[in-house]
């Protein structure tokens, strides 16, 4: 799960997040309040989509139309998650520049509601193209990732911001933990309790309970955040707010307002284009890694997977996201400010060749009855995921610092969030079918797939090393 506008860059003086040894700069505090609302907000939603990993795929299968055929699963899982990021690529940046104009709150309404709406009508499917309306549903009208992070934007600046973005992949490891873990569990409730889910809507509908559940969650967000969220758009906010609630000025010149309005054209300039470059090819490679672990941990044995059934799926995925989550919020900010962002972020995506020589490494282990092994070396993969999730902490703050003004930086943020969901639409198609067709066809050994994606990780550690060397102040 950013917005519109803006026109030149105006040269002024700029403060480095990473200030010279020996002049350090005091951090100003983040407004703890404002920030654990939007955090909360943003939590319910990986929590949504990340509890259909576990039985998409079993799901898939049952619905008959792979013919039998276990390799093809692949196949329909990567095309429901690509359209979804299809439909969030169409309009994700209208959402966002239609946020620098009303503000931020109604768009985050829409995106919530909608959200709701399309996961409880993803546990109602009975077809697969019920499965693709639905998942479309809220790729459209869901606009809440970009808004939030131009959010988290206006509410920090250059001292503040490694703390505050380091709280993304927290956000999404909890999620990724909490998730897949409802999702394993509440799975077919008929099998697990036969007697507190007798009725028949339970054997038509058996996986609607986690759905339900998922939805459940955004009501209580949607009241909190109606009633205590303030407007960060500095044109909506009420006077009262003052810098000091949100650390960024209040008042907005006559040019500055009229920036919002400026084309799309006007912001493609090398500063902001080439973070979200990064951005878009980062987003590629992880989605295609995630939608690939699931895939492999679910595919028999026979076919070079591991065969784990869904609740194993996700009490592993539930595992990794709280570890990950854990090592996030604790460590990110500190070694941003020791290795600064540009030789970390290099640092991360370098992580991802190792991770895809992991798939092969295990399909061979679990072939050589090596019980043990297996696990370790799946320990071991996801010890260095937890090192390459460290680039989108560090991408963001690039983005971020890209805007000229804050009130460009909606637009930059939605323009971020296209780029990166268009990739996030191709990357689960490609990647599953990849690893299907690898599979049937025997492609280097049914490894064609990672040696795709460790060529795509090369062009991605060379636009890393396109970054400025430090992130900057924007103008305000």
Request: proline content about 6%.
């Amino acid at each position: 799960m950013d917005t519109s506008n803006s026109h030149e860059i105006i040269a002024s003086e700029i403060t480095p997040l990473i200030p010279a040894k020996g002049s350090k700069i005091p951090k100003t505090p983040l407004p703890k309040l404002q920030i654990g609302i939007l955090i909360t907000l943003q939590l319910v939603e990986p929590i949504a989509s990340t509890s259909i990993f576990p039985y998409i795929n079993q799901l898939i299968s049952e619905l008959g139309i792979t013919g039998g055929d276990d390799a093809a699963v692949g196949y329909y899982t990567g095309i429901i998650e690509s359209l979804f990021f299809v439909a969030q690529a169409l309009t994700m940046l209208r959402w966002s520049r239609l946020s620098d104009r009303i503000g931020r709150k109604p768009v985050l309404v829409v995106g919530l509601s909608g959200a709701c709406i399309s996961i409880l009508c993803f546990g109602l499917s009975t077809t697969f193209w019920s499965l693709v309306v639905s998942r479309c549903m809220c790729g459209f009208l869901n606009g809440n990732v970009g808004v939030m992070k131009t959010m988290m934007g206006e509410l920090t600046d250059s001292t503040n911001m490694a703390q505050a973005f380091a709280l993304f992949p927290i956000v999404w490891s909890i999620g990724g933990f909490v998730g897949p873990l409802m999702g394993g569990a509440l799975a077919r409730p008929q099998d697990h309790w036969p007697t507190l889910f007798a009725n028949p809507f339970w054997g038509k509908y058996p996986y609607f309970l986690p759905c339900a559940v998922a939805a459940c969650l955004f009501i209580p967000a949607l009241f909190m955040m109606l009633i205590f969220l303030e407007e960060t758009l500095s044109t909506k906010r009420r006077p009262r707010l003052t810098s000091a609630t949100l650390g960024v000025s209040s008042g907005e010149s006559p040019h500055q307002q009229s920036m919002a309005y400026t084309p799309l054209r006007s912001l493609l300039t090398p500063a902001i284009v080439v973070p979200i470059a990064n951005y878009a090819m980062l987003a590629f490679l992880d989605v295609s890694f995630r939608a690939l672990l699931p895939l492999f941990l679910s595919t028999p044995t026979c076919l070079g997977g591991l065969g784990f059934s869904p609740s194993s799926i996700g009490s592993w995925l539930a595992f990794f996201g709280i570890v990950d989550g854990v090592f996030q919020v604790l460590f990110f900010a500190k070694i941003v400010d020791r290795l600064g962002p540009k030789r970390l972020f290099c640092m991360s995506v370098s992580c991802f060749a190792p991770v895809m020589v992991m798939f092969p490494i295990m399909s061979w282990l679990v072939n050589a009855k090596g019980g043990h092994a297996v696990t370790f070396t799946l320990l071991c993969q996801f010890i260095i995921v937890i090192v390459w999730d460290m680039a989108f902490g560090t991408v963001f703050m690039f983005i971020t610092a890209s805007a000229p003004t804050s009130t460009v930086l909606g637009a930059i943020n939605g323009f971020g969030q296209t780029s990166a969901s268009m990739a996030r639409a191709v990357g689960p198609a490609l990647a599953t079918s990849l690893f299907a067709v690898s599979k049937e066809r025997n492609l280097l050994a049914g490894n064609a797939v990672y040696i795709v994606l460790i060529m795509l990780a090369g062009v991605l550690r060379w636009l890393g090393s396109q970054l400025p060397d430090e992130v900057q102040d924007r103008n305000e």
